[in-house]
């Protein structure tokens, strides 16, 4: 059994920070891609940012330059650093991973519970 753990969001002023965090545990061979999106109210869950195994990030354009996403291969956690907060960027934002349990079977999308971000004008 796989879970993905976040770290509380919470209530921030606009122009402040917040970081995220995301832990996987459970039978896991290794950890590919993995990610975090956010669903604003009324939206459909969106990318944010997105590292890849050997590191490389993508983001999403209205984030860039804001955002940073990281992560530790070792502790099996993704780390998403949150800078020069909107009231736009507020929402329910989800850590996923693409984990293989086995060495011989296709990796699998795993997502966390949601984690509340709201940032206040």
């Known amino acids: 059994q796989v879970q993905l753990v976040e770290s509380e969001g919470g209530l921030v002023q606009a122009g402040g920070s917040l970081t995220l965090s995301c832990t996987a545990s459970?039978?896991?061979?290794?950890?590919?891609?993995m990610a975090w999106y956010c669903q604003a109210p009324g939206k459909q869950r969106e990318l944010v940012a997105s590292i890849g195994s050997g590191g490389s990030t993508n983001y999403g354009d209205s984030v860039k330059g804001r955002f940073t996403i990281s992560r530790d291969n070792a502790k099996k956690t993704v780390y998403l650093q949150m800078n020069d907060l909107k009231p736009e960027d507020t929402g329910v934002y989800y850590c996923a991973a693409d984990i293989k349990i086995t060495a011989f079977r296709l990796s699998t999308k795993y997502w966390g519970q949601g984690t509340q971000v709201t940032v206040s004008s």
């Open positions: 459970g039978t896991i061979f290794n950890i590919n891609a």
